[in-house]
T-cell receptor
Framework: KAGVTQTPRYLIKTRGQQVTLSCSPISGHRSVSWYQQTPGQGLQFLFEYFSETQRNKGNFPGRFSGRQFSNSRSEMNVSTLELGDSALYLC?????????????FGPGTRLTVL | AQSVAQPEDQVNVAEGNPLTVKCTYSVSGNPYLFWYVQYPNRGLQFLLKYITGDNLVKGSYGFEAEFNKSQTSFHLKKPSALVSDSALYFCAVRNSFSGGYNKLIFGAGTRLAVHP
């Protein structure tokens, strides 16, 4: 099975712009979660989508949003970019059926905000 | 609050020697524990998980982890380290109190350096 894919791998934006990141889960997986990784804050949960519905959300401002399509692909959007949004954004997929599910991560999108 | 601690920022070990990367957790209820590894410019790769049952869990690439409920620990181990094991290792926990099915709470990570 193909793994989780994320596009683009690298992105450079300027403050105030917006950005959209894409994630394609493992075939058959219905849950997609997003995480932000920074040197200072480590790995932090952004949100999770399951069957096109946001099921869970972390403590991030409303500038961070996402959606999931009927084929389970997911996008996350960050509006009005700030310098502090520079990070590695990781997407993870799983079957989404329970706490024992394993999440499988994609390679990430490295976002740099100038 | 649910939390995971990885007390060592870096672990250094000689190739061929056993390695241990430490993890302790603080959660309400039963924990589901995970170890992931991250190589430079890569995402996280799943190594192993503890759900229930045998306290010794075996995973990928010769890694294993021991769950100790009384010490609230889940240390990652490998009998003989390889230079290629050098990477960043993350411990994570999830349960019904962590805020949702797929909300993993991660430790800060431990950098493992294996020297030839």
């Amino acid at each position: 099975k193909a793994g989780v894919t994320q596009t683009p791998r690298y992105l450079i934006k300027t403050r105030g712009q917006q950005v959209t990141l894409s994630c394609s889960p493992i075939s058959g997986h219905r849950s997609v979660s997003w995480y932000q990784q920074t040197p200072g804050q480590g790995l932090q949960f952004l949100f999770e989508y399951f069957s096109e519905t946001q099921r869970n959300k972390g403590n991030f401002p409303g500038r961070f949003s996402g959606r999931q399509f009927s084929n389970s692909r997911s996008e996350m959007n960050v509006s009005t970019l700030e310098l502090g949004d520079s990070a590695l954004y990781l997407c993870a997929s799983s079957g989404g059926q329970g706490f024992t599910d394993t999440q499988y991560f994609g390679p990430g999108t490295r976002l740099t905000v100038l | 609050a649910q939390s995971v601690a990885q007390p060592e920022d870096q672990v250094n070990v000689a190739e061929g020697n056993p390695l241990t990367v430490k993890c302790t957790y603080s959660v309400s209820g039963n924990p589901y524990l995970f170890w992931y590894v991250q190589y430079p410019n890569r995402g996280l790769q799943f190594l192993l998980k503890y759900i229930t049952g045998d306290n010794l869990v075996k995973g990928s690439y010769g890694f294993e982890a021991e769950f100790n409920k009384s010490q609230t620990s889940f240390h990652l181990k490998k009998p003989s380290a390889l230079v290629s094991d050098s990477a960043l290792y993350f411990c994570a926990v999830r349960n019904s109190f962590s805020g949702g099915y797929n909300k993993l709470i991660f430790g800060a990570g431990t950098r493992l350096a294996v020297h030839p």
